[in-house]
Structures are given as C-alpha cells and as structure tokens.
C-alpha cells in the first residue's frame, strides 16, 4: 500500500509537471487555456474569475464559459490537464492555440517535455546538495567533492555463479569478505587472489546485514577466482549550494543523451532480432521500482524521480501518433509542405496511435505481472 502510495504521488507529480509547462507557455504567449486541472476529470469542484474580475465556484462538472481559466480539483489524483483553446483545430480564435504561428505551437508542445527535463535538472540539484547516491567508477574525486558511505554495490549476479547459489542479488551491497572491508571490484578481486577457498561474505539488503559463505570458482579467461558478480562502487556524492545546481542540470542533460542512446540501441536490437527482455517495463515495473527507490532512502528516490522525468521527456518528444512528438512532426509536415494536415486525418492518425499506445501498454502490463 505504501508502495502504491508513493508511485502515485511521483506520477501525478510528473505528470502535473509535464502539464503545467504546456500552462504556463500557452497563457505566456496569448493564448487561452480554458481549464487547468489537478488530477482527471470528473470535475469535483473549480474556481474561475468572472467577467468583474470575482472568483466563482464551480461544482461538478457543469459547463461554464468562463472569460478565463478554470483551476480544477479533479477526481482521479494522477497528474493533471490543461485544456487549450483550439488545440484541436476546432476553433480559430485570436487567442486559440490553432489561429498561432507554427513557432508558438511548436514551443507550446515543446513545453511540458522542456518542463520534465528542468525537474530533473531541480531534483538532481536537491540531491547534490543533501547528498546524493552516484557511481564512483572512474570518477576524478574533486576538492569540492565530498564522498561517503562508499560501498561496493551489485550491479548484475551471474546465472549458476557462486554468489548466485549463495543467494546474493543485484542492489545488494557486499560490505566485507572474509572480514576484510570492500569498496569496489579491485577490492574482491585481490582478496580472491589471496584466499581462492570458502569466504565468508557480509552484505547488506535494504538496511539488514546477513552472511553467507561462498565458495569462488576459478574462470580461466580471467585467470583468477571469481564470485560471478558484478561490481559497481557507489558512494553519497554532496556539493556546495552554489555548486549543486552545475551538476545538478549537467547530471540531467548527460543522463537525457544516454537515455536517447540506450533507447536508440533497443530499438535497433528490436530490429535485429534481439527481444526487449527486461529493458522495458510498464507501470507495475515502475511502482516496483519506486517503491525499491524508497526503500533505500530518500536521496534514492530523489535520483529515481529524476530518470523517471527525463524517461518521460523522451518518450513524449519521439514522433509517435497522440504524443507531443507526434504533433510536432504533423507541424514539421505543415512547415515543408507549405499548408497545415487537414484536422480530419490528424485525428484519426492521433485516435488510432493512442490506442495502440494503450494496447502496449496492456501488454507490457501483463509481462510486468507475469514476471
């Protein structure tokens, strides 16, 4: 329950982002957003300033033309909406999204996925500055940063290896071997060197310590004893106030050019062939996720939310029916062939493309299950 909880306060959060961006850009540039809502209509009440300039309260979800925007408490708590005037080409108003220069409708797309990428870069910047979980691998220790809690974390556990028999899993964190401290893979490898035998191995498991003994088993391409894991030396990465937000934003734009390349990679493994496997997951994956995130503390969910707004951004700027990408590409089409889509066919590509999305989503739903 807890878990569900949190997940739906980290989607609505993002969501509610994502939307306010298109907002707060429409009304910028002139043009009327018609309601703004928290959560999904059924309508439970909104608030709007009449023609005198007095706030009158709406109940339901009654139709009201209001002069401006209607501030909307919504029904269903996930995220939120903004309904902008003409947005659909239906009406052509001065004010209306439809009647603007393909620049403005452009930005106004552009802006709730801008919005994903500047909470990421804020929540990066929060997390630099309490202390945030980060790789050490490789990574140049600089005067103004400061390192704790290092820990040799388990990035991956080898089927039928040693440490896969003796129960360790990814996330785990190894603290000792044979009663000699590890902070990274150099460390457990010259400690298997000195002691190929049985050792007794200390980790730690959502905030519990537990043993076990393993027995390493000797890989010839390495020449050495191995345990069949996977290391990566994590430590809580902090900075100066006035330094947190530069890595912070930096953190968010080199994580958003890795997510391109990573989904680039498993798009084009798709088309060779490979499966998707594990790399992609639906909104059970996510609330398992989360609720994992929050299990190791709240600078790990801080991180989590990050990846999951810039994981967002991506996924709505790619050029796919009924996503912001989508129409930008329908605007991009206006832009070389000189006139706009006629609405009739946008829609029916928009309508057909948002129920395939949500047939995908069925099925990655059951694979989450399933698995």
């Given at each position: 329950m807890i878990t569900a909880i949190i997940f739906?306060?980290?989607?609505?959060?993002?969501?509610?982002?994502?939307?306010?961006?298109?907002?707060?850009?429409?009304?910028?540039?002139?043009?009327?957003?018609?309601?703004?809502?928290?959560?999904?209509?059924?309508?439970?009440?909104?608030?709007?300033?009449?023609?005198?300039?007095?706030?009158?309260?709406?109940?339901?979800?009654?139709?009201?033309?209001?002069?401006?925007?209607?501030?909307?408490?919504?029904?269903?708590?996930?995220?939120?909406?903004?309904?902008?005037?003409?947005?659909?080409?239906?009406?052509?108003?001065?004010?209306?999204f439809a009647s603007q220069k393909?620049?403005?409708?452009?930005?106004?797309?552009?802006?709730?996925?801008?919005?994903?990428?500047?909470?990421?870069?804020?929540?990066?910047?929060?997390?630099?500055?309490?202390?945030?979980?980060?790789?050490?691998?490789?990574?140049?220790?600089?005067?103004?940063?400061?390192?704790?809690?290092?820990?040799?974390?388990?990035?991956?556990?080898?089927?039928?290896?040693?440490?896969?028999?003796?129960?360790?899993?990814?996330?785990?964190?190894?603290?000792?071997?044979?009663?000699?401290?590890?902070?990274?893979?150099e460390d457990i490898q010259n400690i298997l060197k000195n002691s190929p035998e049985l050792v007794e191995i200390s980790y730690r498991r959502g905030g519990e310590e537990y043993q076990t003994k393993v027995q390493p088993s000797f890989n010839a391409e390495v020449g050495r004893a191995v345990l069949g894991v996977e290391i990566s030396e994590i430590g809580t990465v902090r900075y100066p106030w006035y330094l947190a937000p530069w890595y912070g934003f930096k953190s968010a734009i080199l994580m958003l050019v890795a997510i391109f390349v990573a989904f680039y990679q498993l798009v084009a493994g798709l088309f060779a062939g490979q499966g998707a496997g594990d790399a992609v997951g639906g909104p059970v994956k996510i609330a398992q996720m989360t609720g994992e995130a929050a299990r190791f503390g709240f600078a790990y969910l801080i991180n989590f939310i990050a990846l999951l707004s810039l994981n967002l951004a991506v996924i709505n700027i790619l050029p796919l029916p009924a996503l912001d990408g989508g129409r930008l590409l329908f605007l991009l089409i206006e832009k070389i062939k000189g006139s706009p889509v006629k609405k009739e066919a946008e829609a029916i590509v928009h309508t057909i493309g948002f129920w395939l999305l949500i047939l995908l989503m069925i099925l990655v739903t059951y694979k989450d299950i399933f698995r």
């Amino acid at each position: 329950m807890i878990t569900a909880i949190i997940f739906v306060l980290v989607l609505s959060l993002l969501v509610f982002v994502h939307e306010l961006g298109h907002f707060l850009t429409a009304r910028r540039l002139g043009v009327k957003a018609e309601e703004f809502g928290f959560g999904f209509p059924p309508r439970l009440i909104g608030y709007y300033k009449d023609s005198s300039g007095k706030w009158r309260i709406i109940k339901g979800n009654k139709e009201v033309t209001a002069p401006g925007t209607i501030y909307s408490i919504n029904a269903l708590p996930l995220g939120g909406f903004v309904k902008i005037k003409g947005e659909n080409g239906e009406v052509i108003d001065k004010d209306s999204f439809a009647s603007q220069k393909l620049w403005r409708r452009a930005v106004i797309l552009f802006a709730g996925v801008f919005m994903n990428i500047i909470l990421a870069g804020v929540l990066f910047s929060i997390g630099f500055g309490i202390g945030l979980p980060a790789s050490l691998d490789g990574a140049e220790i600089t005067k103004n940063m400061k390192v704790s809690d290092r820990q040799a974390r388990v990035v991956s556990v080898f089927k039928e290896s040693p440490a896969a028999v003796a129960g360790i899993k990814a996330g785990d964190s190894i603290l000792t071997i044979s009663g000699q401290s590890v902070f990274k893979a150099e460390d457990i490898q010259n400690i298997l060197k000195n002691s190929p035998e049985l050792v007794e191995i200390s980790y730690r498991r959502g905030g519990e310590e537990y043993q076990t003994k393993v027995q390493p088993s000797f890989n010839a391409e390495v020449g050495r004893a191995v345990l069949g894991v996977e290391i990566s030396e994590i430590g809580t990465v902090r900075y100066p106030w006035y330094l947190a937000p530069w890595y912070g934003f930096k953190s968010a734009i080199l994580m958003l050019v890795a997510i391109f390349v990573a989904f680039y990679q498993l798009v084009a493994g798709l088309f060779a062939g490979q499966g998707a496997g594990d790399a992609v997951g639906g909104p059970v994956k996510i609330a398992q996720m989360t609720g994992e995130a929050a299990r190791f503390g709240f600078a790990y969910l801080i991180n989590f939310i990050a990846l999951l707004s810039l994981n967002l951004a991506v996924i709505n700027i790619l050029p796919l029916p009924a996503l912001d990408g989508g129409r930008l590409l329908f605007l991009l089409i206006e832009k070389i062939k000189g006139s706009p889509v006629k609405k009739e066919a946008e829609a029916i590509v928009h309508t057909i493309g948002f129920w395939l999305l949500i047939l995908l989503m069925i099925l990655v739903t059951y694979k989450d299950i399933f698995r």
